[in-house]
């Protein structure tokens, strides 16, 4: 796979070598780790994989709108257009509910910071300090469903909530690629958005007459938005991981794996799956296929965002960026 060789991007011209594992299983799950306070009773059992991590480049005047896939600013423009919504959303979204979800996760998880976590705390705080965002607060919650998900209400502060099962499975360098997914949806004010899209198409569908109609029509748009929003999102933890296999190798176990199967993994071939996919859906009959079989997912398909990212990751705005910031960075030496 063609990328951006890390060592042309880096200040260091002896970059330290880690490794991280395939490790997948038949859900969500990406790696194996317990180095952040978890302890985990299965063996790692995954092929370890040599990576070039130097000193991480910090972007330091990083703007949502230097990563923001297209169709994610489009769509954004487009949300921010209707009027009276961010009014609606104030009044919907008030103290009371942002109480509940506060002692919901007070009450049934473990907020990480300096002196509880403190592992997973250092990485959050590097993603965001990288990504130029305050950081959230962040919280471990106990499921044996991997997940992570961030919840934001307008002027109100953000948080991201991690489950111990994805914890448990990940590496370190894939679970700070998750945090940096979830710091995108913060810094493209993504959780405040998705809100407001919810609220519309639930209001339309009180419209007598082509409330149904108008409802369908915009929660087709908002299914856009959202698969745009993932994309941009996927740009943000290349941007930490610095690195498209980390971040194109959890989009192939998004896709299917168990630990029997974790070092048979190959980033390269799933790259050619993704291609093959393009050519199957390239004709009339094929396009038509693909859009009815994805116009009402939030995901884009898997093999389909490791080819963007992979496109991404080799792109004249992806260097661009890199470049930038080295240059900010020097400045702010002197």
Known sequence: MASIPLSSLCVSQKPKSLSFSFVTSDSLRFGS?????????????????SVCR???VVFRDLDADDFRHPLDKQNTLILRAIPGLNDLAKVLLGAVAEQVM???????????????????HKLMVEAAKILNI???????RQSPVPNAYTLAISG?????????????????????????HEL????????VWLTYANILTLGAYTVPGLGGLIAQSLEEQLFRWLRAAELTCDRAALLVAQDPKVV???????????????????VDAFLEQARSYD????????????????????????VLRAREIDEWSRSQDYKSLFKRAIQVNSVQKV
């Open 33 to 49: 780790s317990s180095s952040l306070g978890f302890d985990s009773s299965r063996k790692n059992r995954g092929v370890r994989v």
């Open 54 to 56: 130097a000193a991480s």
């Open 102 to 120: 506060l002692l919901e996760n007070i009450g049934t998880s473990v907020l990480v910071s300096e002196n509880q976590l403190s592992g997973l």
């Open 134 to 140: 305050e950081a959230p607060d962040l919280y471990v």
């Open 156 to 180: 109100k502060r953000p948080f991201v909530v991690v489950h111990t099962s994805l914890v448990e499975l990940l590496t370190q360098t894939e679970l700070q690629a998750v945090l940096a």
């Open 184 to 191: 995108g949806h913060l810094k493209c004010d993504h959780g």
């Open 248 to 266: 194109i190798s959890v989009l192939m176990k998004l896709a299917g794996g168990c630990p029997s199967l974790a070092d048979q993994l190959n």
């Open 279 to 302: 050519k199957a859906s390239s004709s009339p009959v094929g396009w038509y296929i693909r859009n009815a079989q994805t116009r009402q997912l939030s995901h884009p398909l898997p």
